[in-house]
């Protein structure tokens, strides 16, 4: 699973364009367009609802917008955006060179720890990091012989900063220690035959190759950082995301709608950003040459320091969380009245996530083969409209189909199939470009070949295509299946009445202070997001 | 990966499909509850109704805010058969709408107080409780401060920083909207602004504030009475105490948690039953003994060591003026506390 598949066609930084491959009956193309049309208009049912709650806000919306408290939250959003991705930016580069091109010892358990940082739900994150840094948590148990008597506490912007760096950096390791090992061995050589010394050539051979991966890198963690919502929720930080919760609960349709409309405005001119400052890539090889080993970065008498780093990073991105549940799951703390078996909350997570992922899957297919067989204008259009949940934060999409079910499809309202389309919604594009890549990786006069011996398109297309893609169309089942599991604003919102998930459980545990009751559920998410993620990586190493 | 795994894989995530797909259907002829209160608090007491009558239930559990404004918006659509609130305020603006059903004369006349039902008979209190302050005596102590006589002192520079709220909770919702009666929109919104400026802690609820004043991480809370004996009762040995706010003060409000039935409810019949055994002996007593409230009806005496309900020096209003829930939630939110 490459992560840069999560990003839409026309944003991707690798410059990736769908191509005609092979003529496809009208016939087929047709059905596949058919189901295709129907899948996006799902998809933009979100937008439609929010423009118009939106436009009912009339006069009244345009003032609430234009308050200083509304302004107040897009600078909030604004500067936490960047402020957690340059912090991630200035975590991951590094870790991601350490653990892949350095003698740094341990540097597989490293990187498995990194990543595994990136399972970690925002709002679990967050609630044990205010635990540990809070006024009189275990960082002022540790600063009390020195006088500390009491910390200002991290709620607020620092906290939300903390807990979405930590758990964003994954982000940027990944892409950029991909690219540090794509690097070609002969231009460092180049550099170096040219007089260049160690640190030239890190800046003029090396960076310049890992540039696009670091923006793209970048732009997760920006994408991230502004449809979060468990972060700034706990951490009590008004981002729009936040915001709009508040809205929401209070069923003030209309203010929800226009805070909704300006993040995903905020989102696409992220992604317009994006596209427009990257230059497409001029750092590979044009000669045949031989691909050599990479040099192994000697660290010297940065050894120790290094390893410091990579262990205050595990430390407090994946120690501090496990350690604090651990210890709210041995320690005294209030009984919860309530008990849910764990067996339900596992049985109920792990359902709907499965079946939410194969949904996903199967919405995505046709989608993803009108993108690889049949690229026309209008196709094309139709695959990138797709690509909407991109833009729309999990908070966003729970509004508008609260607000679309309990107008106009009472039926829906409450129920897991209504759930499930908002899973689908917003992890479609991950589905589509998992399936996407997965076919543009197979060679089209194989399923010629097999048209040529009598086959059918479809018969084709099944006994050829889809086993060769079944890997990586398993990776991106396996990355919705990991995302459901974990997502906390859209369950919490369309859930059917008494339907509980790990997310819902330790949400309302954490409402009430019933600690015990997050420990547990907690542990079990991060568990079986680990199994998940194996799963993704596997194929990540199969791929490189 | 081979064909078979990801035949295999498929097939067991089918079966998960499968195994869970059951459940996932809800009882139609379930009763449906919209409760405001939290399912810690209610949760039991629903389930024992279910086990002594047999009647199905499913609960909606949320903000008491929210559950109200999200009746109001579904309107005539609305699956919710009861609603249960923490917050008279909260019914008496479903009653305004005209949402709220009747209750029979038997069922009000169970409640001792006539204070303590809907004046137009649509809604009956369940419990009551007080507003409070709980404090760290030892923190207090080394810290020289005194307890303050009024809310309204808190925000006093000698509190910056040490006071918790929890802004979006119905009681303190109710709270302020009692300000507002009994001393007008200018010193309430003056008070939401000193309480900012002094740096007041927000949290989600009230047991997280009193989690907060054992931790030590503020020294006072503006809570209701009740939380924090479910943490007496397990550790006796925790430093918090309460602190009623003499003198009539709007502070000591005493508000009540209540129910009633949706005039669009298609199983009324159900509902009476349930909001009757909430008024029953079996479930007033479970409110005193378990969740520490004061109960409604004369049969049942509070089980912990409380001032009587009568001897709280609470300041003079009625319960159904506390109504005006959409300005008051407006006037938080314009405040900044949600921020």
Redesign the interface.
Known sequence: MQLSNVIPPRFRPTGHQPSVLTRWHVGNRQIAQIVSLAVVAVVLLPVVYLVTGALSAGQEGINYVLRT?TL?IIANSVALMLASTFCATVIGVPFAWLTGRCDLPWRRIWLVLGLAAMVMPSYLTAVTYSEAF???GILQSLLEPFGVD?LP?I?GFVGATLTVTFVTFPYIVLPVRAAILRCDRSLEEAGQSLGLNRRQVFRQVILPQLRPAISAGMLMTALYSLSDFGAVAVM?F?AFTRAIF?QT?????DKASVLALLLIVMTLFLLILQARLHQPGRNYRIGTGAARHLETVSLGRWKYPSLFFCFIVIFIGVVIPVLILFKWLFG?T?????QVSMSELM??T???S??S??VVTIAAFPLALLAIRASTRFNRTLVNLAYTGNVLPGIVIALALVYFA?RNA?SL??T?PLLIIAYAIRYLPYSIGATESAFSQINPRFEEAARSLGLSAWAALAKITL?LA??G??AG?ALVFLNVMKELPMTLILR????RTFAVRIW?A?????LSSIALPGLALILVSVCALAIILR?EK?VN | ?S?YR?KL?GIV??L??L???P??T?ADDAL?VYSGR???LV??ILEQFTEDTGVEI??????T??VA??I???GA?S?ADVFIAQDGGALGALAAAGLLAELPEETLARVADPAFVSPDGVWAGLSGRARVLVYNPELLAEMGLELPDSILDLTDETWSGLVGWAP?NASFVANVTAMRVLLGDCDTEDWLAGMLANGV??Y??N??I??AVI????VVGLVNHYYLF??LA??PEITATLHFFPGGDVGSLINIAGAAILATSDQPDAAQQLVNYLLSDTAQDYFAQ?TYEYPLVDSVEPSVDLPALGDIEAPEIDLSELDDLQAT?EMI??S?A??
């Not at chain 1, 209030?334 to 309530?338: A, S, V």
């Not at chain 1, 059917?496 to 339907?499: A, E, R």
């Not at chain 2, 499913?58 to 903000?63: K, Q, S, T």
């Open positions: 408290r107040l809070g006024p009189k009491r506490g709620k009590h008004n508040i609960e209070s069923y003030r349709m005294h209030l009984t919860n009245p309530i049985r109920n792990a359902g709907v499965a079946v992922a194969i309990s009472l309202y409450q897991l086993p079944s890997g169309i398993l089942l059917p009445i008494g339907f309302s954490y409402d009430e202070a019933f194929r199969a | 990966m064909t990801f894989s995530l089918m998960i499909a195994v869970i797909a459940g996932l809800s449906t939290n399912e810690s949760g039991p499913e609960v909606l559990y949320g903000g805010s929210a404004n999200q109001l918006t579904e659509n699956p979006t802690q927000p989600p609820k047991t997280p009193v989690q931790n030590g991480e503020v479910r943490f397990e550790d378990t939630l939110e314009e900044g949600l921020d």
